[in-house]
């Protein structure tokens, strides 16, 4: 290793590539989701509160109209079985380097349980039930999942069991494997933007190509192999340096695919503060210059927060107890100058208030203050909670 990367310059490559300084931040959307290779979209709020972050003149619209009109971002199931909103181009790399692993489990529990249930021919039983969702989907346009139980009694009264144990019907379960296989897609919420049940369409009618061709690959490199490259080179562009657990957490990939995906992409080994290896593209080897002061208040699960397994150099591990949770989903954060320095909330009355979890300069806490301020505008009479705050979150919803 001829490079060393320094914490500050990982902080300062955090700043930069994630739009976090001022002079780094756009109102191109699919632009902030390709940067950040994906928003995490498990709670619908971090998909509009991690744009908004980023956006020159922050706002809820651009969001939603690149969701749900112009469609140049799509939500799908890839790594780690979570949902995202990806770009057209990084949706297809995400499904052909991790999602299509994920559907064959997901489909192989389904047609295991239809056996248990007592269904002669699983494979025939879930075809037809698949094109018939299908052709409902259509016939009438995005659905939601209610509606389509409705239109297909029989498949509603059906339930089938989860794999982790309770039941769902049968119409529901097919329309979550269709959707991990790519056939079908997540439109408009059923209600507000803060909802997270959606209408569902055939792929290939919400946008034409639906989840997208693969990238091209040789007989010898296969379909897979092509796309994790992909997929990886994406990452060490955004979260660069990181190391192999890095990229093998985030991306749910086993060991070997993980180093496979490096050497395709021919990834430099670097030395990190902590004593360990980090890996940055070829073409990315310069140093970062300081991106100057940066205040965000980024939403729980937000790809900054949860782009890295280890986290010591933006997270002071005394404080990571207040932000994860302890499957480790982290809270709404508050980052100060590529380190995260607190967490937030907002109230029942509208008004977002935070916690430092240490001391940081005035003019600092001058710009988280606007920034909260500047959150709440943005927010108006929206009220959102997270799905998975800071464990700290309810000392803030009780104090004064």
């Given at each position: 290793m001829t490079r060393h990367v320094s914490d500050a310059e990982r902080r300062a490559r955090l700043v930069t590539r994630h739009r976090l300084a001022p002079h780094t931040r756009t109102d191109?959307?699919?632009?902030?989701s390709d940067d950040l290779v994906a928003l995490h979209?498990?709670?619908?709020?971090?998909?509009?509160?991690?744009?908004?972050?980023?956006?020159?003149?922050?706002?809820?619209?651009?969001?939603?109209?690149?969701?749900?009109?112009?469609?140049t971002l799509l939500r799908h199931h890839a790594m780690r079985r979570t949902l995202w909103v990806f770009s057209r181009a990084h949706a297809a790399l995400?499904?052909?380097?991790?999602?299509?692993?994920?559907?064959?489990?997901?489909?192989?529990?389904?047609?295991r349980q239809l056996a248990a249930d007592g269904v002669d021919d699983p494979q025939a039983w879930y075809a037809e039930a698949a094109d018939r969702v299908l052709t409902l989907l259509r016939e009438h346009g995005p659905t939601p999942a209610r509606a389509v139980?409705?239109?297909l009694p029989d498949l509603a009264a059906r339930r089938v069991t989860l794999p982790g144990g309770g039941t769902q019907p049968a119409h529901g379960r097919v329309l979550l494997v269709l959707g991990f296989e790519g056939r079908v897609l997540r439109g408009e919420p059923v209600g507000t933007w803060v909802n997270g049940q959606y209408r569902w369409a055939a792929a290939d009618d919400w946008v034409p190509g639906g989840i997208g061709a693969p990238p091209p690959a040789t007989a010898d490199d296969g379909v897979r192999r092509a796309a994790a490259a992909g997929l990886a080179r994406a990452h060490l562009r955004a979260f660069g340096p990181a190391t192999r657990d890095d990229l093998r957490w985030w991306a749910g990939w086993t060991v070997a695919t993980t180093r496979t995906a490096l050497a395709d992409v021919g990834a430099v080994e670097v030395g990190l503060d902590d004593g360990g290896t980090g890996h940055l593209l070829p073409d990315d080897l310069d140093p970062?210059?300081?991106?100057?002061?940066?205040?965000?208040?980024?939403?729980?699960?937000?790809p900054t927060t949860m782009g890295w397994k280890a986290r010591g150099w933006y997270l002071d591990p005394a404080h990571a107890p207040l932000l994860f949770d302890r499957n480790g989903n982290g809270g709404p954060a508050v980052w100060v100058d590529g380190a995260v320095a607190g967490t937030w909330v907002q109230r029942p009355d509208g008004a977002v208030v935070t916690r430092l979890f240490g001391d940081v300069d005035p003019a600092a806490r001058r710009a988280v203050?606007?920034?909260?301020?500047?959150?709440?505008?943005?927010?108006?009479?929206?009220?959102?909670?997270?799905?998975?705050?800071?464990?700290?979150?309810?000392?803030?919803?009780?104090?004064p």
């Open positions: 191109d959307v699919v632009a902030i979209s498990t709670d619908p709020v971090s998909v509009y509160l991690s744009a908004a972050a980023r956006m020159a003149t922050p706002s809820l619209a651009p969001v939603a109209a690149a969701l749900h009109e112009d469609r995400a499904h052909h380097a991790a999602t299509v692993d994920v559907a064959a489990v997901q489909r192989r529990d389904l047609l139980g409705a239109a970062v210059a300081d991106p100057g002061p940066s205040v965000a208040l980024l939403p729980s699960l937000d203050d606007d920034a909260a301020e500047r959150l709440r505008a943005l927010l108006g009479g929206a009220r959102v909670s997270a799905r998975f705050p800071a464990p700290v979150q309810s000392e803030l919803l009780a104090g």
